[in-house]
């Protein structure tokens, strides 16, 4: 079943001052729906909102099954770390507050991204957690851009779209401004403390950079007791599912994503902060 979708654009708080942001829900329900948070891609160096229209959640919108915000965040050529991580944070405290308007549970409040929008909502999860004004049901970090430093997969890699050459440069961009040690809100591989975070799905292709970061990402969270389920592709394309759909692993990872999302639809529940007394599925956490 396909609903028609209706899209806005608005203008929201941001640590910028405003910042521009992408609602995209479907035309024919009242009923609240699952929120989510989706963050584009691009290496933290560009991209825009506008990339959600042929990302995963739009068949969630057009199903008829979820409500999307797509965030344009300020981008590291003009506005390096901490920017684009504390305007996607806004964005989901945004998304929390406005969720009756905006016709969603409170308890259902989704983050997800491709690539660098992957390590944002890896980012924007760590924040959720430690600031404790967001709780966050569930994470999908599509082959997230998490490690500023060389993993066996991204330091001596030619693959289509995204390499080393890239990542380098792209790094070198963001976290320009640091001055010490990268903090784990910056660059999420540097986290030490997985417990307490979402349960998550994500899939990768072998070959592309960011293959071995996300399975030691996926690895650590199992080691700290949270869900999470990984798909792994054959390839060396980033972003296969976005940039070549017609292929056979992209149609499956396709499928793969909104199934996951039901189940997690199903299954987990994260209340606001101050209402954890009520039903709550997460992590397994007492």
């Known amino acids: 079943m396909s609903s028609r979708i209706r ?4 203008k929201i708080p941001s640590p910028g001052g405003t910042m521009p ?20 891609g691009g290496g ?24 999307v ?17 504390e305007d996607c944070y806004a964005a989901l405290k945004y998304m929390k507050e406005h969720a009756e308007e905006l016709g969603i ?18 980012a924007v999860s760590l924040m959720a ?47 320009r401004d640091i001055d ?24 990768v292709c072998t070959g592309e950079p960011f293959y071995e970061e996300t399975k030691t990402y996926i690895w650590k969270l199992r080691r700290a007791g949270v869900t999470a389920e990984m798909d792994i592709f054959p390839g060396n394309v980033h972003a296969f599912d976005m940039l070549m759909p017609w292929k056979e692993e992209s149609i499956q990872a396709r499928h793969n994503f909104q199934r996951k999302f039901d189940n997690a639809v199903r299954n987990y529940r994260a209340p606001q902060p101050g209402t954890e007394g ?4 997460r992590n397994g956490h007492k």
């Open 278 to 281: 009520a039903e709550r599925k």
């Open 180 to 203: 010490g040690p990268v903090p784990s809100y910056a660059s999420p591989a540097r986290e030490k403390k997985y417990r307490k975070l979402p349960p998550t799905y994500t899939f």
């Open 69 to 85: 915000l797509s965030p344009g965040y300020r981008l590291a050529h003009t506005a390096p770390y901490p920017a684009a991580a």
């Open 105 to 122: 549970r409170d308890d259902q409040l989704f983050v997800g991204g491709e690539s660098a929008g992957g390590g944002l909502a890896v």
């Open 129 to 175: 957690r430690d600031r404790k004004e967001v709780n966050i049901a569930f994470l999908m970090p599509l082959y997230p851009m998490l490690d500023c430093e060389d993993t066996d997969s991204s330091r001596d890699n030619h693959g289509r779209v995204w390499n080393t050459r890239r990542n380098h440069y792209a790094w070198k961009r963001y976290l």
């Open 7 to 10: 899209s806005e654009k608005r």
């Open 21 to 40: 942001i992408r609602v995209i829900r479907p035309a024919d329900t009242d009923r609240k729906l699952p929120g989510v948070l989706w963050i584009h």
């Open 44 to 67: 933290y160096i560009t991209g825009m909102s506008s990339m959600v229209y042929f990302s995963r959640p739009m068949d969630l919108v057009k199903n008829g099954k979820a409500v």
